[in-house]
Structures are given as structure tokens and as C-alpha cells.
């Protein structure tokens, strides 16, 4: 099982440049979320979806876009790269079942500079 | 916005009994969580505990909640080389919004 799998897992961007972060999950999952992970900071959440079509704004969404056009994919988009953009981007999913809805899955990471 | 604070950093050696602590300021809360980060990898979900419980045990690790003063902890019984990573706590009103600490690096030393 791959589980949860983020593409691409290291990125270099110039400010101004534009990207989009991939997330795939093969757990039939109904919850995708996009975190950033700073240091000092914890897990911070951009964005997330409670289904397929669906997007919701986390803490700190400002700078981003997502689309969830499939289940099993959530997109995170950076229009336009900043500095402040540098940092571990995160995936995650969840059942969303009340009873399970406990546990998150993560992906491995990105590592995206912002020169 | 509400917050979720734990120490950055804590040594033991290895046998040793590791507390790891956790205090958060949502008294909503309904879930509290414990995930382990190990280098390069992403969170793993270590265990959890409902906010209508005040301890829960599994295997080595026992998680302790004290609703009042909304105070997490994470006891790791003789600890392992292989234990030494970051640990997160995080705490959610309703399962989907996570609000995750800064995380606490735990070196064991042999």
C-alpha cells in the first residue's frame, strides 16, 4: 500500500515562479489536508477537503490555492512564489467516518526554497 | 487563535522513562493526538486519547489528560535508540482541524 504519496519530495523556486505541490492517497479517504511545517512552529493547516469537489480554508491559507477534482488527489498551487513560501509542505488524509476520523495519514513531505 | 505549546527538546538515556508535556488552551477540545515524526519521513499517529478520558495505556506509552488544567502527556517506558524523534501533540474540536505544538525533539542516549 503507498498510502499516502506527496510528488515532488524537494523543489527550488524563484520568487515569482509558480508550482503545484501533488498529493495522491489510495485509502479511499473522504479528508485530504495540506500542512506547513516551519521550525519552532508545529504543523500549521493551508487548506483542506472534506470530498471530492470540495475545499475549505485552514490557518493560514493566504498564498495558496487547492482543487480536489478526484478523491483520491488534492492539489496544493502556489500562484506566485514568495520567501516566506519556504517550507516542508505536508498531505494528509483521513477516513472522515466519526469513528475514525481520529487518525490522519501523512505523506512524506515536500522541501520547497523559495530563493 | 488557540494554541498548543510543548518543550522543544528532551534528553534521556536509554532504559530511562521519557515524559514528554503538552499544554493546550482549547477547552472544546475533543480529540488530543500524539504523533511521532522520524528524520525525513512524515507524522505517524502514535496514539490518541478522547477528552472524556484521563489516561490511556498502550504497550510502552501511556497518555495522561488533565481536562482542568489542559495538561497532555506522553510516558514512554524504557526508552529505545529507536524512540528518538520528534513527537507532536495536537488537539482537535472535531476531528478535521488539527492544531498541532512545535513538536519535541526526544534524544535517547545509549
Known amino acids: 500500500n503507498a498510502g499516502v504519496t506527496q510528488t515532488p519530495k524537494f523543489r527550488v523556486l524563484k520568487t515569482g515562479q509558480s508550482m503545484t505541490l501533488l498529493c495522491a492517497q489510495d485509502?479511499?479517504?473522504?479528508?485530504m489536508y495540506w500542512y506547513r511545517q516551519d521550525p519552532g512552529m508545529g504543523l500549521r493547516l493551508i487548506h483542506y477537503?472534506?470530498?471530492?469537489?470540495?475545499?475549505a480554508k485552514g490557518e493560514v491559507p493566504d498564498g495558496y490555492n487547492v482543487s480536489r477534482l478526484k478523491k483520491q488527489n488534492f492539489l496544493l498551487g502556489l500562484e506566485s512564489a514568495a520567501p516566506s513560501q519556504t517550507s516542508v509542505y505536508f498531505c494528509?488524509?483521513?477516513?472522515?467516518?466519526?469513528?475514525?476520523?481520529?487518525?490522519?495519514?501523512f505523506g512524506q513531505g515536500t522541501r520547497l526554497t523559495v530563493v | 487563535g488557540e494554541d498548543v505549546e510543548q518543550s522543544l527538546f528532551l534528553s534521556v538515556r536509554e532504559g530511562d522513562s521519557s515524559v514528554i508535556n503538552c499544554t493546550y488552551t482549547?477547552?472544546?477540545?475533543?480529540?488530543l493526538y500524539w504523533y511521532k515524526q522520524e528524520p525525513g519521513a512524515g507524522l505517524q499517529l502514535l496514539t490518541y486519547?478522547?477528552?472524556?478520558?484521563d489516561m490511556k495505556q498502550d504497550q510502552r506509552l501511556t497518555v495522561l489528560l488533565n481536562k482542568k488544567d489542559k495538561h497532555l502527556s506522553l510516558r514512554i517506558a524504557d526508552t529505545q535508540t529507536g524512540d528518538s524523534a520528534i513527537y507532536f501533540c495536537?488537539?482537535?474540536?472535531?476531528?478535521?482541524?488539527?492544531?498541532f505544538g512545535a513538536g519535541t525533539r526526544l534524544t535517547v542516549k545509549p
Open positions: 494528509a488524509s483521513s477516513r472522515g467516518d466519526r469513528r475514525k476520523r481520529t487518525e490522519a495519514f
Open positions: 485509502m479511499n479517504h473522504e479528508y
Open positions: 477537503s472534506v470530498g471530492e469537489g470540495t475545499t
Open positions: 482549547d477547552s472544546s477540545s475533543t480529540y
Open positions: 486519547i478522547f477528552s472524556n478520558m
Open positions: 495536537a488537539e482537535s474540536r472535531d476531528g478535521n482541524d488539527m492544531r
